[in-house]
């Protein structure tokens, strides 16, 4: 959708309400019909703020009638307001005040896939809030748990992995939970891996590379008294996620992963039983690995990732000079 055809659709919504045609419950549904289909089809910020504003004359049409289809409009509004780009946190405020406000109401009239549906936007916005101090972890945390009660692995596999996953990050940003300083990583670790027994590459192959990935990621950086046996957990993981991910199919994601892999090769000895002789042909498969990553990040403008990779094989080159 262009912007002229976000307004064109903003206006079709509201004559329909005028119409008389239509009965109230019937201009309700077609106000959040019409917001969705705006988010799903057109999420510019622009779209956005027109979703926003549909929903919002569906509440007041609802006015203390019609329970379930208030609560929806006000669930749909609190979605837009979490998507519009914004570098403060007042639309995150009225995201999490309007979630708060329609989940009791869907526990009450809806299914528990709509509540838990819910409860996992409410944990993403609650997230988003910790850096401004709005909201701690564990609240996000404890919605994603309720979440997972209705999204088992059995009838939801990918909202369970999307929900382990969101979880696990939860953790890491975390401030140390104990004085070792190791429970936040371990209890990430522990969340992915607790997710991966469950999600099958066939079944669910975008999570599962998703899900080994930041296994990989948390285990290479996890404080650890075997940090080379965490390294060779990672590059295994990180192998798992290259059999969904390619340059052809996922080229940004696929470039995450092998730069991601380039640095955990860096650390690791060519031979695990005689670390003293280098790791010299660990470093050329990193180089070459890092060298597919600059190549991708500049063909999608992604220019500040690229420089971080090229900074990476600066590094690598100085070392193999010296190996």
């Known amino acids: 959708m262009t912007p002229s055809m976000t307004d064109s659709a903003v206006k079709a919504a509201i004559t329909a309400i005028e119409s008389e045609s239509a009965t109230k419950v019937e201009k309700i549904e077609m106000l959040i019909e019409m917001g969705l289909g705006l988010q799903k089809h057109s999420p510019s910020p622009k779209s956005l703020q027109g979703a926003v504003d549909l929903y919002r004359r569906a509440i007041d049409l609802c006015a203390e009638e019609h329970h379930l289809l208030r609560a929806r409009a006000t669930v749909g509004m609190a979605t837009a307001l979490r998507t519009i780009p914004s570098e403060g946190e007042q639309l995150l405020l009225q995201a999490k005040e309007a979630y708060e406000t329609a989940i009791p109401i869907l526990e009450e009239f809806a299914c528990p896939e709509e509540v838990a549906e819910a409860q996992m936007n409410l944990g993403l916005v609650l997230q988003s809030l910790v850096p401004f101090n709005q909201a701690h972890m564990g609240e996000s945390i404890q919605a994603y748990q309720q979440a997972l009660r209705v999204f088992t692995w059995q009838a939801y596999p990918q909202e369970y992995a999307i929900?382990?996953?969101?979880?696990?990050?939860?953790?890491?940003?975390?401030?140390?939970?104990?004085?070792?300083?190791?429970?936040?990583?371990?209890?990430?670790?522990?969340?992915?891996?607790?997710?991966?027994?469950?999600?099958?590459?066939?079944?669910?192959?975008?999570?599962?590379?998703?899900?080994?990935?930041?296994?990989?990621?948390?285990?290479?950086?996890?404080?650890?008294?075997?940090?080379?046996?965490?390294?060779?957990?990672?590059?295994?993981?990180?192998?798992?996620?290259?059999?969904?991910?390619?340059?052809?199919?996922?080229?940004?994601?696929?470039?995450?992963?092998?730069?991601?892999?380039?640095?955990?090769?860096?650390?690791?000895?060519?031979?695990?039983?005689?670390?003293?002789?280098?790791?010299?042909?660990?470093?050329?498969?990193?180089?070459?690995?890092?060298?597919?990553?600059?190549?991708?990040?500049?063909?999608?403008?992604?220019?500040?990732?690229?420089?971080?990779v090229a900074k990476a094989m600066q590094g690598i080159e100085a070392e193999l000079q010296f190996s």
């Open 163 to 308: 929900l382990h996953n969101n979880m696990a990050i939860a953790y890491l940003s975390m401030p140390s939970l104990s004085e070792k300083g190791n429970l936040s990583q371990a209890l990430a670790v522990q969340s992915l891996e607790q997710a991966l027994k469950q999600i099958a590459v066939a079944d669910c192959p975008q999570e599962y590379a998703m899900l080994q990935n930041n296994l990989a990621n948390t285990l290479q950086y996890l404080p650890s008294n075997h940090p080379v046996e965490n390294n060779l957990r990672a590059i295994a993981a990180y192998d798992e996620a290259l059999k969904v991910r390619n340059p052809r199919d996922t080229p940004l994601e696929y470039a995450h992963t092998v730069a991601n892999k380039a640095n955990a090769l860096c650390n690791l000895p060519d031979v695990l039983e005689h670390p003293e002789a280098g790791n010299r042909n660990n470093l050329l498969q990193a180089q070459a690995y890092y060298q597919q990553a600059e190549q991708i990040f500049t063909d999608y403008g992604r220019i500040e990732q690229a420089q971080v």
